[in-house]
Each structure stands twice: as C-alpha cells, then as structure tokens.
C-alpha cells in the first residue's frame, strides 16, 4: 500500500491503489512523480521485479527487471539513473537453518530513458 501525507488536512492518508501483491525488504527511489519499488521479498520468493507508481493517476505499471533477484537491496539515485547494490537473491535467513542465501556483492544501474539494467 501507500501512504501519502496531506499538508492541508495534516494527516497521513492510505491511497486506493494498492500493488498486485505485497512485497518487504525492497528499495525504493522516487523520480519526479514517479515512485520506483525495486527487489524484495514476499515471505516466499526473492524478486527481481521493479514496479512504478505513478503518484498522478494513482497507477502501478511494470518496468524492466533487474539482472539478479535482490532482497534487502540498497537503492540511490544518481544523475537520473538508479543504482541497486548488494541485497540477497533469497531470503538471507530460515529460522531453523541461520543465513541461506549468500549476500550479492555486485551492483547494477537502471536508466528510466531505455528502461534498461546493466551491471
């Protein structure tokens, strides 16, 4: 879901347009109007996935996904561009088995102009 802080009414307020399916443990960068969700997690299965909200028309649409799966993902944005770093490509912890996904120790970068990643 997402929230939005209304100055006029000096309150926070829950938008009507919630994603397909929730997701934690993800990054997430804003471009002008646009809100960037990258990576995550979902309790089962470690994402890849970038999803926009377009905070104008209230829509969630998808975009290229990154080249690894990153849960726990740190996000920057840089002369336009997004960078994604480190992260998991699983869950990094089962409760009965300690860490079970090696942390990723690469980087990638996505640019809004081509709708691409690269390494």
Known sequence: MVES??????RWVVCKAEDKSPRAYHGVVAIGCL???IGGFDASECFSSCRVFDTRSKLW???APMNNKRSYVSVALLDGQIYA??????????PTAGLSSPRLR????????????TR
């Open 5 to 10: 802080y209304d100055t006029r009414a000096d």
């Open 35 to 37: 809100i960037y969700v």
């Open 61 to 63: 649409s998808e975009v």
């Open 85 to 94: 770093m480190g992260g998991f490509e699983g869950p990094p912890r089962t």
């Open 106 to 117: 690469c980087a990638e970068r996505f640019d809004p102009r081509t709708n691409q990643w």
